[in-house]
């Protein structure tokens, strides 16, 4: 079956820690994307890449990393510059970065920072 | 402020009504997207429109392009239909979407 895997739906790490989330699909889509949203708020983009090794900031990119080696993948590390990194956290894909390219979304991962 | 505006907000209803959930937006856009968000964070996609009335089971979606209006209808509905319901569409770059706040809906059996 083609979809998209995050990995672990649920993660908790100590403050200061960094911490990478995994996203994966098979559905042979150029364009990933990372969301954050937080309880009862809309959802706010991180990053995304239209294309292998080519990423763009969203509108909260500060204290987030990505990296796009491969096409099928799209891991998002949450680094301790994240003032307030407890969040859930979902990926999404595209067959590409189009305008009118309907978006394909993951479980997500619920990240809690103790 | 946010270009996508969704009403209501908040939504409670009971089995067997007709929902309508609204969203509006500012600026010129290609295509319209209505996802599903379930109680446990799952995100689907229901439609995406770009002009007329689309149906799917007992959801439609309309969009009104002049007036920058687009409509999700559940007939009947029913208590598995509670969800958050929002709408987006793509920004003017046309490599990201701009999503609105959201509709929660609640159907009590």
């Known amino acids: 079956d083609g979809g998209i895997t995050q990995s672990p739906k649920y993660l908790f790490r100590k403050e200061g820690q960094n911490v990478t989330l995994s996203c994966e699909q098979n559905?042979?889509?150029?364009?990933m994307y990372w969301y954050r949203q937080d309880p009862g708020q809309g959802l706010r983009l991180i990053y995304y890449s239209q294309i292998v090794n080519d990423f763009q900031k969203g509108d909260i990119a500060e204290g987030y990393s990505v990296s796009r080696e491969k096409k099928e993948s799209f891991p998002l590390t949450v680094t301790s510059a994240q003032k307030n990194p407890t969040a859930f956290y979902l990926c999404?894909?595209?067959?590409?970065?189009?305008?009118?390219?309907?978006?394909?979304f993951g479980p997500g991962t619920r990240l809690t920072v103790l | 402020k946010n270009e996508v505006e969704q009403s209501p907000q908040n939504l409670t209803a009971q089995e067997g009504e007709f929902i309508t959930i609204n969203c509006s937006y500012s600026?010129?856009?290609?295509?319209l997207h209505w996802l599903q968000q379930h109680p446990g964070g799952g995100i689907v996609s229901l439609f995406m429109l770009s002009s007329g009335k689309k149906k799917h089971g007992r959801l439609i979606a309309t969009i009104n392009i002049q007036e920058k209006h687009s409509s999700l209808h559940i007939t009947a509905s029913h208590p598995r239909d509670s969800a958050v319901y929002i709408c987006a569409h793509p920004e003017t770059s046309g490599s990201r979407l701009t999503f609105g706040e959201g509709t929660q809906l609640t159907v009590n059996p």
């Open positions: 600026v010129g856009i290609s295509a």
């Open positions: 999404a894909s595209s067959i590409d970065g189009g305008p009118v390219g309907e978006q394909f």
């Open positions: 559905l042979n889509h150029d364009a």
